[in-house]
């Protein structure tokens, strides 16, 4: 590899209008498209839209695979870009076209960091090195993931722990219970 990262930028279309809505399915598909790619996951933040749509970040030591959905044209926007030779965003790619039921998706790939550009310097930070690194903790995967709802007359953001804890769906309508940080469990229906 001739340069220092490799950026997909994909669209996907015919998904899932269902699928592109569902924040918990989104996230755990991202992780585990990144895992799969041979990524280090470090932190993950995902936003549900109201009505509808999600924006999402996976940040891995690599780098980063970040989403946005528009579920009523079922179609999702996706960037895929990992640094050094030990991930393969086509591996993610790939996971996430099955995991959205994507009709098809295009991608560009461009390499990022061209070294043909750059001239490599030594740096030798001493004592400030040695004191930053005796700092640094290894990070655990952490999840940030919010639910938003507003009209003219209100505009509400909770922030729950990304995990479902029921969902039924009738002919009628779609219930779900999330479990927030702040104020127990929280029930929607239809996303509201």
Same mark, same amino acid.
């Given at each position: 590899?001739?340069?220092?990262?490799?950026?997909?930028?994909?669209?996907?279309?015919?998904?899932?209008?269902?699928?592109?809505?569902?924040? !918990?399915? /989104?996230?755990?598909?991202?992780?585990? =498209? #990144?895992? $799969? @790619?041979?990524?280090?996951?470090?932190?993950?933040?995902?936003?549900?839209?109201?009505?509808?749509?999600?924006?999402?970040?996976?940040?891995?030591?690599?780098?980063?695979?970040?989403?946005?959905?528009?579920?009523?044209?079922?179609?999702?926007?996706?960037?895929?870009?990992?640094?050094?030779?030990?991930?393969? !965003?086509? /591996?993610?790619?790939?996971?996430?076209? =099955? #995991?959205? $039921? @994507?009709?098809?998706?295009?991608?560009?790939?461009?390499?990022?960091?061209?070294?043909?550009?750059?001239?490599?310097?030594?740096?030798?930070?001493?004592?400030?090195?040695?004191?930053?690194?005796?700092?640094?903790?290894?990070?655990?995967?952490?999840?940030?993931?919010?639910?938003?709802?507003?009209?003219?007359?209100?505009?509400?953001?909770?922030?729950?722990?990304?995990?479902?804890?029921?969902?039924?769906?009738?002919?009628?309508q779609t219930v779900e219970i999330f479990d927030t940080f702040a104020y127990?469990?929280?029930?929607?229906?239809?996303?509201?």
């Amino acid at each position: 590899m001739n340069s220092l990262g490799r950026h997909i930028l994909v669209e996907f279309f015919g998904c899932s209008a269902e699928i592109l809505n569902d924040v !918990p399915l /989104i996230e755990s598909s991202m992780v585990a =498209a #990144a895992k $799969e @790619a041979g990524a280090t996951v470090i932190s993950s933040v995902f936003h549900h839209f109201s009505p509808f749509g999600v924006s999402g970040v996976v940040v891995i030591q690599e780098s980063h695979l970040a989403i946005h959905t528009w579920p009523e044209y079922r179609y999702a926007a996706v960037d895929l870009f990992t640094c050094g030779h030990t991930v393969n !965003p086509w /591996i993610s790619f790939d996971k996430l076209k =099955a #995991a959205f $039921e @994507a009709d098809y998706g295009s991608a560009l790939e461009m390499n990022r960091g061209q070294l043909e550009l750059f001239e490599r310097v030594d740096i030798d930070l001493g004592e400030l090195r040695d004191e930053a690194t005796n700092k640094l903790v290894t990070p655990k995967q952490s999840r940030s993931v919010w639910f938003t709802d507003k009209n003219e007359n209100i505009a509400l953001s909770i922030r729950h722990k990304g995990d479902r804890v029921f969902r039924e769906k009738s002919p009628y309508q779609t219930v779900e219970i999330f479990d927030t940080f702040a104020y127990g469990k929280m029930l929607t229906i239809d996303r509201w």
